[in-house]
């Protein structure tokens, strides 16, 4: 049975920082690409960056410079350091694994987390 299971979410001021977490279990962690999307109220889920196997990097322009996703395959975790937060950033955050880092970008998902609350306050 496959998890993914966020955690680190938050109520925080614009400015801020946070981390948010992903522990993976059920899956062969290494050889899946990983990702972490958001949902705000009324819009569409969109994705904000994804981390392929080889742990390249990708990034959605509005979070370039202010967020870093990085991985930890003895762990089975996939990270998201998120700096300097906006009001704009506030949204449930979903953790996402795809068999290649094409189906992350393309939101072609084989699992998803449950996801964390993110909430940037002004």
């Known amino acids: 049975q496959v998890q993914l299971v966020e955690s680190g979410g938050g109520l925080v001021q614009a400015g801020g920082s946070l981390r948010l977490s992903c522990a993976a279990s059920?899956?062969?962690?290494?050889?899946?690409?990983m990702g972490w999307y958001r949902q705000a109220p009324g819009e569409e889920r969109e994705l904000v960056a994804g981390?392929?196997?080889?742990?390249?990097?990708h990034y959605v322009n509005s979070v370039k410079g202010r967020f870093t996703i990085s991985r930890d395959n003895a762990k089975n975790m996939v990270y998201l350091q998120m700096n300097s937060l906006k009001p704009e950033d506030t949204a449930v955050y979903y953790c996402?694994?795809?068999?290649?880092?094409?189906?992350?970008?393309?939101?072609?998902?084989?699992?998803w987390g449950k996801g964390t609350l993110v909430t940037v306050s002004s």
């Open positions: 996402a694994a795809g068999g290649n880092i094409n189906r992350i970008l393309s939101s072609n998902i084989n699992f």
């Open positions: 059920g899956i062969s962690f290494g050889y899946y690409a």
């Open positions: 981390i392929s196997s080889g742990s390249s990097t």
